[in-house]
């Protein structure tokens, strides 16, 4: 893993948009087309700016692929991750080969198998994921499943993650953040290529040094990442602050 820490997050994410941009860039030049799997959160607003402005990306060819969704929860509510790729990617790049979003409203099962065999037989070029307040990967709470082969599974939210979707201020109340979730697997992100992985915010901080100085555990599902062939985390100096001797 290459750890790469930044001022703030707008340099951050414009670093990390420009990592992806490159990616992007190289897988389709090496084998004519990429394929792509974007976050959603504050923590990607920066990331993702900096990527739509990326230049010589021919994005007829590149193929993307949706984290995560709540289960139950409209494409019209504010906290929808469908609405927020639809208005911050999407409609940003009308040309975009194809875009895989989660539908979790009605049948998350059949969602998850459909998805599941969508992405089955290809390989991810670049996943630009996140790391959560509680150490999640995607909507993989502690203790997450590192064992599951299935690509996308249906999660239960633990408290903490709701909270924090709370905090961010995407929803009124504790009680309106849906309990459950699709979420990719972890053994799935871990198949990408290459992984750019934005952590903005002191609020990360912890998360951030289980990543980096636990074992590999289920209890902190960043740390998986450690086994990454090909990640760079992205830091700014609030979020990196608990790594005195990384900094």
């Excluded at 690509?151 to 909270?163: S, T």
């Excluded at 871990?190 to 901080?205: G, L, T």
């Amino acid at each position: 893993m290459e750890i790469k820490i930044h001022l703030n997050p707008e340099t951050l994410g414009m670093s990390a948009g420009k990592e992806a941009g490159e990616k992007i860039r190289e897988a389709i030049s090496n084998k004519g087309h990429a394929h792509i799997i974007l976050a959603t959160g504050t923590s990607q607003f920066n990331t993702l700016q900096q990527l739509l402005a990326e230049e010589e990306i021919d994005w007829n060819r590149v193929t993307m692929f949706h984290l995560d969704e709540y289960i139950g929860l409209p494409d019209t509510h504010a906290a929808s991750f469908r609405r927020y790729l639809k208005e911050r990617f999407i409609e940003k790049v009308p040309s975009l080969n194809a875009a895989h979003l989660i539908n979790a409203e009605h049948n998350p099962d059949m969602e998850c198998l459909r998805l599941s065999d969508l992405i089955r037989s290809i390989t991810i070029d670049i996943a630009l994921i996140g790391i959560g307040e509680n150490g999640h990967l995607a909507f993989n709470d502690p203790p997450a499943d590192f064992k599951t082969e299935d690509p996308y599974i249906i999660v239960d939210l633990d408290e903490a993650c709701r909270k924090q979707q709370l905090g961010e201020g995407w929803f009124d109340r504790l009680e309106d953040v849906p309990k459950q979730a699709i979420s990719m697997s972890v053994t799935q992100i871990m198949k990408s290529k290459h992984i750019v992985c934005s952590v903005p915010d002191e609020r990360k901080a912890l998360a951030v040094a289980n990543c980096l100085n636990q074992k590999v555990s289920n209890l902190y599902p960043a740390s998986i990442l450690q086994n990454h062939a090909s990640c760079s985390l992205f830091l700014d100096k609030a979020s990196a602050s608990l790594l005195n001797q990384l900094t």
